[in-house]
């Protein structure tokens, strides 16, 4: 059964890290373009980051760019997200996603598998 179970939420102060993990099982990523995606309250689900399945390619939203960081352990089958001087707006539930032999992309449609998400508030 193809999951993924992203971990690594919770809540941090302004300016501080957190590193999500999104790890797979039932298949592996190494074929696949994965992506991280949030949705804050009230708001559309967006577009984070993205890394083609040979991590050649990588994209960052404009709002996130020397901030954060995709990464994946093909070892472990798992894809992080390192999120640092994190903003009160970067709150919300974040998303890992997997598509089969598709560009690395923010567009959700080229997406084959979800995780259920984890949450990330930022706070003082």
């Known amino acids: 059964q193809p999951q993924l179970v992203e971990s690594g939420g919770g809540l941090v102060h302004p300016g501080g890290s957190l590193r999500l993990s999104c790890a797979a099982s039932?298949?592996?990523?190494?074929?696949?373009?994965t992506g991280w995606f949030r949705q804050a309250p009230g708001k559309e689900r967006e577009g984070v980051s993205s890394?083609?399945?040979?991590?050649?390619?990588?994209i960052y939203a404009d709002s996130v760019k020397g901030r954060f960081t995709i990464s994946r352990d093909s070892a472990k089958n798992t894809v992080y997200l390192q999120m640092d001087k994190l903003k009160p707006e970067d709150t919300g539930v974040y998303y890992c996603?997997?598509?089969?032999?598709?560009?690395?992309?923010?567009?959700?449609?080229?997406?084959?598998?979800w995780g259920q998400g984890t949450q990330v508030t930022v706070s003082s």
């Open positions: 039932g298949f592996t990523l190494d074929y696949y373009a």
């Open positions: 890394l083609s399945h040979d991590e050649r390619g990588i």
């Open positions: 996603a997997a598509g089969y032999l598709v560009r690395h992309t923010l567009a959700e449609r080229v997406y084959d598998y």
